[in-house]
């Protein structure tokens, strides 16, 4: 029965060589592909909600509120447009802009059971280069282009994931 | 023969007591707390689409449109930066900043297999808190520090499933 | 032995009829549905990001940048509001506030085991009409309401989505 017990859970534990397909297991932690995606995923997450805080230390550092019931000292009134504001707000924009389509664009990338060694540094460069991106542009104001090499960076992979679940389904159209 | 196959479906049907590890009916409906996830995403998802209406229901109503081509009435100029309008964008944007990362974060940490009695409940309270949100934030705005505890909540709820994830997938950095 | 095990995988290649349920295959290449999701949603995610090149081709054509390390022709000074640059600008913040809570919410409609026929023209519909508003409002403005039933066609899809999911999840509120 033991015996019998193994060879059953065999074909949930490891893909079908040669199949290409993904499997039970794809979205579970017994895949090591999926556990590196949630930690750079989660890396990400935890950058973009920091991007929130950096905000708010701004607006309380140069005194820049937006709405009236922010006015947290006297003598103040309601101001936009600051610049050092203003930069995280772009810096955090374009983290939206890009982070959010990548997180459903790696994940669905999976899906398609790729090569464990390219997915993980795919993952793992996409998250360092926007880690710099939010250096150079919100931290510490950098030259180009800095900025733009670690924008193009998850861009391309992006990209790159994007061909390679295309062509997948492309008779799914 | 159906003694055999009772026996076989077991070990997907029901997680393997102390493994800890999630399965194959992860996400499924046969999860409550993926069905926990699925109902309170939901009704995020729809907060947030009806924020865009809320938005343009403020564009009608002051007349305040951005482009050429959305002037319904006569005599009206193109026109930015109306507080009501802003106000609302601004909460819309807060949302999309704050919401969008924890539907990625939450969904992630259900696969770390968590007790179904504290992530439904982290479900339940950040959603509602967010429901909070807007409704001190773009419908009647509300004195301080209402918005910041409501924000805070669904912060500090997302760093506490990134930090989970994050300790269970560290090997794989 | 072979007969035994093709008996062991059938309840996992095929839904049991009449369940209803979500199961194991919902979120592999081998459910129909989801490929159709991977191909259009992979569509939805280049779209997106193309924006962030149009963006940068109308900054580069009309010379506008926010940024003092952007500014990369002599004689020039940081600079906002141009109406070419904004309208590339409100479009791509339109695709942030609608496709991505889209993405999230057909993703986790699958896992209801929707009918296929109904899911992927779903899918097809909202990726064109999304693709239509993005060439009526940033490549060639055209006059209204055709952005107004681009805008309310992928909105009224998601909405019919979180209806289906939130009644079958309703138990778990």
Request: glycine residues 2%; hydrophobic residues 45%; positive net charge.
């Amino acid at each position: 029965m033991s015996t019998n017990s193994s060879t059953i859970l065999t074909p949930l534990a490891t893909p079908m060589p040669g199949s290409g397909m993904g499997n039970a297991t794809t979205f579970t932690l017994d895949n090591p592909t999926f556990c590196c995606y949630l930690f750079w995923s989660t890396v990400l997450v935890a950058k973009m909600l920091l991007m929130s805080l950096l905000t708010a230390l701004q607006r309380f550092r140069y005194k820049i509120f937006p709405n009236e019931e922010d006015l947290f000292f006297k003598n103040l009134e309601v101001k936009f447009d600051d610049p050092h504001v203003e930069r995280v707000r772009r810096a955090h924009r374009n983290d939206m802009e890009n982070i959010l389509p990548y997180f459903i664009m790696s994940l669905i990338y999976i899906s398609t059971n790729p090569s464990q060694a390219i997915a993980c540094n795919l993952f793992r460069v996409a998250s360092v280069a926007r880690i710099l991106h939010t250096l150079v542009y919100a931290v510490y104001p950098v030259p180009q282009p800095s900025r733009i090499l670690a924008f193009a960076t998850m861009l391309c992979i992006t990209f790159y994931m994007a061909a390679v679940v295309a062509l997948r389904t492309l008779s799914f159209i």
